[in-house]
């Protein structure tokens, strides 16, 4: 089993910049290994991906956030982080770090939400005009 916890979110003006961080912790000797990723929900809409990064470093990210947003890995720190930059309006969400234990190296095309088995609780991020 393995443990996710949010952090970094909070209210900001438009054009701003934040860093979230995911801290895994329980099963996390294979956690160089793991694909992980950002989603985030706003109010009265589906879910929806944000970032994904593999074993190997390599990236997707959504097109809404692409040029804005980067996905790193920590993994001696069991740790991966968005910072994000020139946030919008629309970025107001509430976003969710996702793991699983696959090594998505090579498939990042092709995942999904429903690839990932391990879940955050959320940090809420709220961007104003």
């Known amino acids: 089993q393995v443990q996710l916890v949010e952090s970094g979110g909070e209210s900001v003006l438009a054009g701003g910049s934040l860093t979230l961080s995911c801290a895994a912790s329980?099963?996390?000797?294979?956690?160089?290994?793991?694909?992980l990723a950002w989603f985030r929900q706003a109010p009265g809409k589906e879910r929806e991906e944000v970032a994904f990064?593999?074993?190997?470093?390599?990236?997707r990210y959504a097109d809404s956030v692409k040029g804005r947003f980067t996905i790193s890995r920590d993994n001696a720190g069991y740790t991966v982080k968005l910072q994000m930059n020139s946030l919008k309006h629309e970025d107001t969400a509430m976003y969710y770090c996702?793991?699983?234990?696959?090594?998505?190296?090579?498939?990042?095309?092709?995942?999904?939400?429903?690839?990932?088995?391990?879940w955050g609780r959320g940090t809420q991020v709220t961007v104003s005009s």
């Open positions: 329980g099963y996390t000797v294979t956690y160089s290994t793991y694909c």
């Open positions: 990064i593999a074993s190997d470093g390599s990236t």
């Open positions: 996702a793991a699983d234990s696959w090594d998505c190296a090579g498939a990042l095309d092709s995942i999904d939400g429903d690839d990932f088995g391990y």
